[in-house]
């Protein structure tokens, strides 16, 4: 099983950066994918991006090119982070881990998550 743990969250301004940073620890998660989703009151938990054993990534076009998604193995960290933030990015913030999916690849759409952590609130002030 694995445990997650975020951190990071807070308020900051629109047009403002933060770093999500959750630690990992339990079950080996070398070769699991590992991904950030979000979710607002009352709406579905959006998927924002993803990322392989093997370093490749794949993002939600909401959130392409303003927010990286990284892994350090070593650390047993997976972070997020987010620039040019807008009012829309709040939310609570998830990390989460795909323990089926294995691939060295992506496909178009994300793989299921299995292993959540407990969230971090974000918000974006104007």
């Known amino acids: 099983q694995v445990q997650l743990v975020e951190s990071g969250g807070g308020l900051v301004q629109t047009g403002g950066s933060l770093r999500l940073s959750c630690a990992i620890s339990?079950?080996?998660?070398?070769?699991?994918?590992l991904g950030w989703f979000r979710q607002a009151p009352g709406e579905e938990r959006e998927f924002l991006a993803g990322?392989?054993?093997?370093?490749?990534?794949l993002y939600a076009d909401s959130v392409k090119g303003r927010f990286t998604i990284s892994r350090d193995n070593d650390e047993k960290t997976v972070s997020l982070q987010m620039n040019s933030l807008k009012p829309e990015d709040t939310s609570v913030y998830y990390c989460?881990?795909?323990?089926?999916?294995?691939?060295?690849?992506?496909?178009?759409?994300?793989?299921?998550?299995?292993?959540w952590g407990q969230g971090t609130q974000v918000t974006v002030f104007s």
């Open positions: 989460a881990a795909s323990t089926s999916f294995l691939s060295r690849w992506f496909g178009s759409t994300p793989p299921p998550f299995d292993s």
């Open positions: 339990g079950q080996d998660f070398t070769d699991f994918a």
């Open positions: 990322v392989t054993w093997s370093h490749s990534t």
